[in-house]
């Protein structure tokens, strides 16, 4: 079978599959084809104008340990492939957009640590649901030949993909819970600055430096994507990490 035609084969699979389980293992042998390891189809922002709650919904096949990183180090505030997929509709490659001589070096990072969990070349795809909510469909494999007929077959049969793992995700999930992105410390003062105490009084309540807490409330503004000290208290009621909500992410059933 020819590659269009195993895509093609793929998409008149999708619709009639029942489970999620189904459906990845249908995708997994359609990407194998092209040299990819692995993929997930990932939430990137829950509205089109700005990105807000990042990576509360996926499925697929996703490295686990490197959503844990990534969440945990705020990476999404320099993902340029995330960044990208807000604005374009059309798939990239990262090399297309990771060149070294364009970005920081906090930029850079991400792309190094998503080397060291095996995410050396990729394929982002974006998708644009109903909701307003944007994701990426992301193929990633260490030996990847990035030819530019695969992208128009890929974004095929990602679209598909998204799409019937949206309705099935939506019949059934199952919630998972995953790491905070905020540390025990910055949780209690963001809670503490919600409730209207100021950085110089939750410094004196805790026993610490003005500084300190300065310092714990930047960190925990880059991890959240907030630009001020309302915005964090804000970013944190809506992803969970204070008021008494239990962080979740919405993994959908196997």
Not at 40 to 63: D, Y
Request: proline fraction near 4%; glycine fraction near 8%.
């Amino acid at each position: 079978m020819g590659e269009k035609d195993a895509v093609y084969d793929f998409v008149g699979r999708a619709q009639s599959l029942s489970t999620v389980a189904d459906l990845n293992l249908h995708f997994r042998k359609l990407i194998e084809r092209w040299g990819f390891d692995g993929w997930g189809c990932i939430q990137v922002s829950s509205a089109p104008s700005a990105i807000k709650a990042p990576l509360l919904r996926m499925f697929g096949e996703i490295n686990k340990d490197w959503v844990e990183r990534y969440l945990g180090a705020g990476h999404i505030n320099f993902d340029t492939a995330a960044h990208e997929v807000m604005r374009r509709n059309d798939p990239f490659w990262w090399t297309e957009i990771a060149d070294p001589r364009k970005i920081t070096r906090r930029q850079k990072l991400v792309y190094d640590e998503a080397t060291d969990f095996g995410l050396n070349k990729g394929l982002a795809i974006p998708v644009r649901f109903p909701d307003g909510s944007i994701w990426s469909v992301m193929l990633y494999g260490r030996n990847v030949e990035e030819v530019p007929h695969l992208k128009e077959m890929a974004f095929l049969a990602a679209q598909y993909y998204a799409g019937r793992g949206m309705y099935l995700g939506d019949r059934a999930q199952t919630p998972v819970t995953l790491a905070s992105r905020l540390t025990d410390r910055q949780r209690e003062i963001v809670e503490m600055l919600r409730f209207g105490s100021s950085q110089l009084q939750i410094a004196k309540r805790l026993g610490l430096s003005e500084s300190t807490i300065n310092n714990q409330v930047d960190e925990a503004k880059d991890r959240l994507g907030a630009k001020t000290p309302a915005e964090l208290v804000a970013e944190a009621l809506l992803t969970g990490e204070i008021g008494g909500a239990e962080r979740r992410l919405e993994s959908f059933a196997d």
